[in-house]
C-alpha cells in the first residue's frame, strides 16, 4: 500500500505572499489532517476534510484554508503569509474513525521571509 | 477539551538501558491514546495506540506503554534501548466520540541514547 505523500519538501515564501501544499492520502483512507508544526513544538491541529467538505478546525484563522478532491488528495492554502507561518507542515490520513490511527507524511517545511 | 503534557522535554540515556517516556492528559470526554517517533526531517511514525481492553499496549521497535485511568497517564517504555532510537516522541489523544476526530498533541520529549 502507498503511504501519504507530500510536496514539495521544502519551500520559501516572501511575507504576504501565497502558498498552496498538496497531499496524497494512503490508498483506501477517506479522510485527510493537516497539521503544523512549529519548531520545538508538538504539531497543531489545522483543519479535517471528509468526502470533500471541511470536517472539524482547530483554532487557525480563515486565511488558511484546504481541499479535498475526489480522490482523497488534498491541498492547504495560506493566504497572506506572516512570519510566523514558517513550520513544518504535516498531512495525515486515515479512515474517518479516529481508533484506526493516522498515516502521516514527511511534511513540507516553510519557511517565510 | 483535552490536553496532553509530557513531563521531560529531553530524555539522555545510555544504549541498553531501560527508559521511560512520561505523559499525562487532561480530557472531559473519553479519549484514544497513541504515541508517535519522529526522526529528524521525517514525519510522524505512529509506534502504537490504546483503543480499549488491556492497559497494557505493546508496539513496534520493542516499546510498549500502559494507560493508568486513574492518573490519566499514558507512560512509554523500553527495557533496553538502542542508538536508532534517538528521536523525538509524542504523545497524542483523540476524542472517541465528535466527528473531527484530530489528535491533541503534547510537545514532545526528544531521546538521545548515548554510546
Known amino acids: 500500500e502507498t503511504g501519504v505523500t507530500q510536496s514539495p519538501t521544502h519551500l520559501i515564501k516572501t511575507r504576504g505572499q501565497q502558498v498552496t501544499l498538496r497531499c496524497s492520502s494512503q490508498?483506501?483512507?477517506?479522510?485527510v489532517s493537516w497539521y503544523q508544526q512549529a519548531l520545538g513544538q508538538g504539531p497543531q491541529f489545522i483543519f479535517q476534510?471528509?468526502?470533500?467538505?471541511?470536517?472539524g478546525r482547530g483554532n487557525f484563522p480563515p486565511r488558511f484554508s484546504g481541499l479535498q478532491f475526489p480522490n482523497y488528495s488534498s491541498e492547504l492554502n495560506v493566504n497572506a503569509l506572516e512570519l510566523d507561518d514558517s513550520a513544518l507542515y504535516l498531512c495525515?490520513?486515515?479512515?474517518?474513525?479516529?481508533?484506526?490511527?493516522?498515516?502521516f507524511g514527511s511534511g513540507t517545511r516553510l519557511t517565510v521571509v | 477539551a483535552q490536553s496532553v503534557t509530557q513531563l521531560d522535554s529531553q530524555v539522555p540515556v545510555f544504549e541498553e538501558a531501560p527508559v521511560e517516556l512520561r505523559c499525562n492528559y487532561s480530557s472531559s470526554v473519553s479519549v484514544y491514546l497513541f504515541w508517535y517517533v519522529q526522526y529528524p526531517n521525517q514525519g510522524l511514525q505512529l509506534l502504537l495506540k490504546?483503543?480499549?481492553?488491556?492497559?497494557l499496549v505493546k508496539g513496534i521497535n520493542g516499546f510498549e506503554a500502559e494507560f493508568n485511568k486513574s492518573q490519566t497517564s499514558f507512560h512509554l517504555r523500553k527495557p533496553s534501548v538502542h542508538i536508532s532510537d534517538t528521536a523525538e516522541y509524542f504523545c497524542a489523544v483523540s476524542p472517541r466520540r465528535g466527528s473531527q476526530g484530530n489528535l491533541i498533541f503534547g510537545k514532545g520529549t526528544k531521546l538521545s541514547v548515548k554510546p
Open positions: 490504546y483503543l480499549s481492553g488491556s492497559t
Open positions: 495525515a490520513s486515515s479512515l474517518l474513525v479516529p481508533q484506526h490511527g493516522y498515516t
Open positions: 476534510y471528509y468526502r470533500e467538505e471541511e470536517n
Open positions: 490508498s483506501g483512507h477517506n479522510t
